[in-house]
Antibody, heavy 118, light 111 residues
Framework: EVQLVQSGAEVKKPGESLKISCKTS????????IGWVRQMPGKGLEWMGI????????RYSPSFQGQVTISADKSISTAYLQWSSLKASDTAMYYC???????????WGQGTLVTVSS | QSALTQPASVSGSPGQSITISCTGT?????????VSWYQQHPGKAPKLMIY???NRPSGVSNRFSGSKSGNTASLTISGLQAEDEANYYC???????????FGGGTKLTVL
C-alpha cells in the first residue's frame, strides 16, 4: 500500500526557518515525482513544486520559486519542504502527494499545518 | 498564469446529476488529455477521483465521470448522495513554466 506520512503541525515566528517532511512507503521512491501543494485557510489548492528523487530534478511554480526549497533523501524515502525565513502569509496547510509523471497526483499525505505568528 | 476556471458552487438533490466545469486554454486543458479531478472533504486531504480526463482510479464509484470538449473539462456526478458533498478541484498539465494548474474549486452542496 502506498503511504505518505507527513510531519506534525508547526507553530513558528516570522523570520524563523522550517523544514517539514513527507515519509513515503509502499513503492519505489526514486521512480515517482513527489509534489507539494499549499492550501491557505479557507482557500483552494496551489501547486508549489515537484521533485524526482531519482535524479533530484526539481521544478517550481513561478509563484513559489525562490520562496521555498524542495529536496528528497532517497536513503529514507522522504521528501522535504523548507523555508529559510517564514512570513505570516506562509500560514497554511501543506500537502505532499505522489505524482504520476506530470499528469496527476494519485496519493496524498495527511497534511502539515504550519502557523506563523508573532 | 491564472488558475483554471470553475464555478464557485453547485448544488443538487439526492439522486440527481450535476456537472462541474473547468475552463482553461489551448496551453492546458485544450492541449493535453491530462485533466484530473480531486474531491476534498472539510479537514481532509484531497482524493483523486478522475485522471487523464475520463479515467477512474480503482475504488472510485462509477457515479463519477469525466469528459472534455475544447478548452473545457467536466466532472459529472450521477445519483447524488449526501457523502458527495465536498469541494472539487480540477487540475491540468500546462505547457507554460507553471507545469500544472489547479482550478479555484467548486463547493458541491447536496440539498
Amino acid at each position: 500500500e502506498v503511504q505518505l506520512v507527513q510531519s506534525g503541525a508547526e507553530v513558528k515566528k516570522p523570520g524563523e526557518s522550517l523544514k517539514i517532511s513527507c515519509k513515503t512507503s509502499g513503492y519505489d521512491f526514486s521512480t515517482y515525482w513527489i509534489g507539494w501543494v499549499r492550501q491557505m485557510p479557507g482557500k483552494g489548492l496551489e501547486w508549489m513544486g515537484i521533485i524526482f528523487p531519482g535524479d533530484s530534478d526539481t521544478r517550481y511554480s513561478p509563484s513559489f520559486q525562490g520562496q521555498v526549497t524542495i529536496s528528497a533523501d532517497k536513503s529514507i524515502s522522504t521528501a522535504y519542504l523548507q523555508w529559510s525565513s517564514l512570513k505570516a502569509s506562509d500560514t497554511a496547510m501543506y500537502y505532499c502527494a505522489r505524482r504520476l509523471g506530470l499528469r496527476y497526483f494519485d496519493s496524498w499525505g495527511q497534511g502539515t499545518l504550519v502557523t506563523v505568528s508573532s | 498564469q491564472s488558475a483554471l476556471t470553475q464555478p464557485a458552487s453547485v448544488s443538487g438533490s439526492p439522486g440527481q446529476s450535476i456537472t462541474i466545469s473547468c475552463t482553461g486554454t489551448t496551453s492546458d486543458v485544450g492541449g493535453y488529455d491530462y485533466v484530473s479531478w480531486y474531491q476534498q472533504h472539510p479537514g481532509k486531504a484531497p482524493k483523486l477521483m478522475i485522471y487523464d480526463v475520463s479515467n477512474r482510479p480503482s475504488g472510485v464509484s462509477n457515479r463519477f465521470s469525466g469528459s472534455k470538449s475544447g478548452n473545457t473539462a467536466s466532472l459529472t456526478i450521477s445519483g447524488l448522495q449526501a457523502e458527495d458533498e465536498a469541494n472539487y478541484y480540477c487540475s491540468s498539465y500546462t505547457s507554460s513554466s507553471t507545469h500544472m494548474l489547479f482550478g479555484g474549486g467548486t463547493k458541491l452542496t447536496v440539498l
